[in-house]
C-alpha cells in the first residue's frame, strides 16, 4: 500500500478494452500512478482499508480519461476572435498580429486556463502544437503550467521555415534546438507524464530538407513528428501547384510516414493518401467541430476505419472551436459522419470512445499505455454523474457518456492516480485566480499589439 492507493467503486465502469466490457456495477483500484485491479460487483473488502482515497462512484460512469490529440494552447485568449472566417483568412486577420506578441508569462497564463478546461472537458492527456516562439521561454512556461495541474501534457515544437509570418519562422536548426532544450528539461518528467516532440506546421510552410532534418531528430530521441495536413482544400491546390504533388504523398516521399507521425485535420486525402498512412501505420487526427467553424470539410473517417487506420480526436486550438471539451468532439464526430453520410448507422458510442481513449493514446506516442481501465494502465480516469438532469434516465451508459454528458456532469478527474477535480472542484489551483488571470493577459496583450476586440472592453465580474 501506498499514500496514493485509491479505490473508485459503485459505478459503471467502461473499460473501452477491446470488446467493450462494462461493468455495472464495478470497482477500480490504482496503486501509485498504475491501475492495479478492475472488477464487477463490489470490490474485496480489504480494498477499502488499504485505500487511502476513496471515490464513491454510485450513479456514474467511471471511464478513461479522452486524449485531446491537437490543440493549440495559447489560443485560450483568443477564443471568438475568428468568426466566420476561413483559415488563411483567420491567420492572417485573428492569430498572426497578436500572437507575434506572446511572451512566457502570457502564454503561461493562456497554458493554465487552456489546461483546466481540457480537465473539464474530459482530456487527461493533451498535444499542444505549440508554435509561438517570439519569448524562448514560452515552451518552459507551457511546460510548468502542465507540471503545476498534474495533466498528462505532449509538447509539440511547432515551426515553419518558409511561407509564413517572418516573426514565427525558424530555421530547422533553431526548431531542433529549441526543441531539444525542453525535452532535456522535461521529457521523461513524473514517469513520461510530460512529453516532447517536433511538429513541423504546414506543408506549405516547411521545406523538404528542414522536414528530413526535424524528423530524423525527433526519432533519434524516439519521439514523434506531429503536422497540420489537407486541412483544406485550398492548401491541397497550393501543394499541387508548388510541387505537384498532395500532402501525404509529398510526405512519404521524404520518407518520414510511419506510426510517429500524427497527421491534424486530414479532411482533404484521396484514396493513394489513405492507403499511404494504412500502410505506413501514420496517425489521424480528427477535429470535427473545427473543420465545421471553419468550413474546412468533412474527414473520410469511415473510410479511414476501414482500412485499420488509427484515428484520435481532438478539439484543435479555442481560436477555431471555441472550446476545448472532448464531450462536445466525441458528439460531433458521431453526427458530423451520419448527417454527411446520411446513415445513422455509421458510427456508434463504443466507437468513438475508442478514438478519443485508445486511439488518442497512440497519437500521444503511448499506444496501450492509457485510455483503457485493465490492470497495468495509467490511472488516468472519469468518473461521470449519470444522475444529472441532463442525462438521466440511461438506458445504455457509452450512449449517455457521447450523446448526453458534457463538462457539467464531470464529477471527478484522476490523472496518475491523483486526483485533479473532486466532486467537480478543481484540487490543483484556485480555478478563480487562474481564469482571472487569463482575463487579464487577454488584455494585456491584445493592448499591446494595439489591437481592439471584445476581450479588452469586457472582463470578468471581480473575483
Not at 389 to 411: I, K, Q, T
Not at 434 to 462: N, Y
Request: net charge negative; glycine share 8%; with cysteine.
Amino acid at each position: 500500500m501506498t499514500e496514493r492507493d485509491l479505490l473508485v467503486h459503485g459505478g459503471a465502469v467502461v473499460t473501452v478494452d477491446d470488446v467493450g466490457t462494462v461493468h455495472d456495477p464495478g470497482w477500480v483500484y490504482v496503486r501509485g500512478n498504475r491501475v492495479a485491479e478492475v472488477g464487477a460487483g463490489e470490490p474485496p473488502a480489504g480494498r477499502h482499508r488499504q485505500a487511502a482515497e476513496v471515490i464513491d462512484a454510485q450513479g456514474c460512469a467511471v471511464m478513461p480519461g479522452m486524449t485531446n490529440a491537437h490543440t493549440h494552447l495559447f489560443q485560450t485568449l483568443f477564443r471568438g476572435l475568428a468568426d466566420d472566417k476561413a483559415l488563411l483568412n483567420w491567420l492572417q486577420d485573428c492569430i498572426w498580429p497578436a500572437a507575434v506578441h506572446l511572451d512566457a508569462e502570457t502564454a503561461r497564463a493562456a497554458a493554465m486556463a487552456g489546461l483546466v478546461e481540457n480537465l473539464r472537458g474530459g482530456a487527461t492527456a493533451v498535444i499542444d502544437h505549440q508554435y509561438i516562439h517570439t519569448d524562448e521561454g514560452i515552451n518552459d512556461a507551457v511546460c510548468r503550467a502542465a507540471d503545476e495541474l498534474g495533466i498528462r501534457f505532449l509538447l509539440a515544437h511547432g515551426w515553419a521555415d518558409r511561407n509564413y509570418h517572418p516573426t514565427l519562422e525558424q530555421t530547422a536548426e533553431q526548431a531542433v534546438a529549441r526543441a531539444d532544450a525542453a525535452r532535456r528539461r522535461w521529457d521523461g518528467r513524473d514517469d513520461d507524464r510530460i512529453r516532447v516532440e517536433l511538429a513541423p506546421l504546414i506543408p506549405w510552410g516547411c521545406s523538404d530538407e528542414a522536414m528530413r532534418t526535424t524528423v530524423a531528430a525527433a526519432r533519434s530521441w524516439g519521439r514523434g513528428t506531429h503536422i497540420h495536413c489537407a486541412e483544406t482544400a485550398i492548401e491541397v491546390d497550393m501543394s499541387l501547384d508548388e510541387r505537384g504533388t498532395r500532402h501525404v504523398t509529398w510526405l512519404n516521399s521524404l520518407g518520414v510516414l510511419g506510426p510517429d507521425m500524427q497527421l491534424a485535420h486530414s479532411v482533404w486525402l484521396d484514396d493513394e493518401e489513405l492507403d499511404l498512412i494504412a500502410a505506413t501505420g501514420s496517425v489521424v487526427v480528427h477535429c470535427p467541430v473545427s473543420n465545421m467553424y471553419l468550413a474546412s470539410g468533412v474527414a473520410r473517417v469511415p473510410d479511414m476505419r476501414a482500412r485499420g487506420i488509427t484515428v484520435a480526436l481532438a478539439s484543435d486550438g479555442p481560436g477555431s472551436n471555441n472550446r476545448q471539451d472532448m464531450f462536445e468532439v466525441l458528439k460531433a464526430t458521431v453526427l458530423l459522419q451520419k448527417v454527411h453520410h446520411l446513415d445513422p448507422l455509421l458510427l456508434q458510442p463504443a466507437d468513438v470512445l475508442h478514438l478519443a481513449c485508445r486511439n488518442g493514446a497512440a497519437a500521444y506516442g503511448m499506444p496501450g499505455a492509457f485510455g483503457m481501465l485493465a490492470e497495468g494502465q495509467r490511472a488516468d480516469l472519469l468518473v461521470v454523474d449519470l444522475r444529472s438532469p441532463f442525462v438521466a434516465p440511461v438506458h445504455r451508459v457509452a450512449s449517455a457518456l457521447v450523446y448526453n454528458a458534457g463538462p457539467r456532469d464531470l464529477r471527478d478527474v484522476v490523472v496518475d492516480g491523483r486526483i485533479l477535480i473532486r466532486g467537480g472542484q478543481l484540487t490543483v489551483a484556485d480555478e478563480r485566480r487562474v481564469i482571472a488571470g487569463a482575463d487579464e493577459a487577454a488584455r494585456r496583450l491584445f493592448t499591446r499589439a494595439g489591437i481592439s476586440s471584445r476581450v479588452t472592453d469586457v472582463g470578468l465580474p471581480s473575483c
